[in-house]
């Protein structure tokens, strides 16, 4: 999607601040002992008391309201009897819809008490994310958020999940301009019109290379197996700084 007028970023900016209060509200009342499924009820709730629906839900028939990972579960993991622990590093992606406006945001969160080295990948998941987002800006190659994001994660010594991209949203879950690298790809000759929308959610891991999934045919895993968190924001591109949507107001 392309913002051509205040009415539209309007639109986007109510559905980013529901994603986002929701999915806040969801890491609040995160706690060890309960399910995944209890979380997404959570979830689920919060979505339905905003008139929004689950885009997962709705476009792709996902088996819950959210998507909720843990540990070695690093990407749309399905909310069920799975039970959080101490220790746990979890991540929630909520995306959603309303008025024909579509917002994506997550985050990873870890379940105290965690090793100091998680608590220093999830604060630079949370950085490698606000360095891709200022990579952001009208008439700037597409591909700068992956070099971005890549000289980032190698001056740190951490690798990049390469088959999870970012990519456009808006008036759909996914959409044009289609997956948009968080790793460096010389490849990518695109540059960011003014008003697109587009997420902005790197990988970060310490070892991992690329998602597989199993069996259940939608739970993604890392391989190398390895300690994965992914930080996303819906964004808007202008000729300043992009604007975030996805925050809770």
Known sequence: MTVTNEAELDGLKEIGRIVATVLRDMARAMEPGMTTLELDEIGRAGLEREGALSAPQSTYGFPGATCISVNE????GIPGPRVICTGDLVNIDVSASKNGYFADTGASWTVPPVPRITERLCRDGAQAMKVGIAAVGAGKPLSGIGTAVGRFAS???YTLIRNLA???VGRALHEEPGEIATWPDR????????????TVEPFLSRGGLR?????DGWTLY???AARVVQYEHTVVATDRAPIIVTLPR
């Not at 998602?211 to 069996?215: E, G, I, L, N, Y």
Request: proline share 3%; glycine share 14%; hydrophobic share 30%.
């Open 166 to 168: 970012s990519h456009g």
């Open 187 to 198: 490849r990518d000759r695109r540059r960011i019109g003014r008003g697109l929308v587009l």
């Open 155 to 157: 001056a740190r010594g």
């Open 211 to 215: 998602a597989v999934d199993r069996d």
């Open 73 to 76: 579960e690093i990407a749309h």
């Open 222 to 224: 890392s391989r190398p």
